[in-house]
């Protein structure tokens, strides 16, 4: 109420005082369990696992601990400490979806929009794609490698395959199993944690997709070309890509 002089009445703002104080209050108890727990409202989590009790936001950086982390105690290895991540989140990493393997993970792309163009180096990669490759041996070890050769290669892929470019890694997981599905999504869900770090463009596997040019970050269904065997779904190998640079 305005009075005769332009003044508020006191009773209303007092009143309209207390009405923010409690909406503030309301927001602060109710944030940690709304996606996105740093910042729900102003920053989207980075990462997000879908857990048995529900979606956990993560950073990047707790993304890519608790991923390296289930790979090496996958192999028996000695991991980083990871107390201070949600045990149902390194769970679900390590295990996958109760009732089928399948992605648990993903992160917001965020590729690089300054990355200079390379060229093949004597392996038949370039030298991104060569960190790539020498990045995933450091967590997991040896690995049954293809799609690339010394000198590069010119046939057995998609006509504009980023594999003739020297810019893609084929990670096989054969035979088809169930065992050897969840072993691919854990090396999936890692590349993906690191994608950032690594200028990595396209991850496939399993039928599904990921790429760092979504801003949702999200996996989705992958469309293969005719036949549609197991290769062409790469339901038997992980395919992962690096950025070319130049002009993407």
Known sequence: MVGKTGHRSPFRLVLG???????????????????????????????VVETAGGNVGLTREEAQLATTAVALLARGVEAPDTSGIDDGVLQRLAAGPPEDAGPSLGCRGRSASDLQEQQLNPSGLTPRAAQLRDAMAAVFGDQSLGGFAPGGISQGHGAESTH??????????????????????????WLVAHADDLDIQYVI???????????????QDYDAPEPGNEVLRHLDHVHVDVLAGGVE
């Open 17 to 47: 005082l207390l009405l923010l104080g409690v909406l503030a209050s309301a927001l602060v108890l109710l944030a940690p369990g709304l996606p996105g727990r740093n910042g729900p409202l102003l920053r989207p989590a980075e990462c």
């Open 164 to 189: 003739y470019d020297g810019r893609a890694i084929d990670v096989f997981f054969r035979p088809v199993t169930e065992e050897n599905r969840r072993e691919g999504w854990l090396l999936a869900h």
């Open 205 to 219: 596997f399993d039928d599904r997709f990921w790429s760092t040019h979504s801003s949702r970050g999200r996996w």
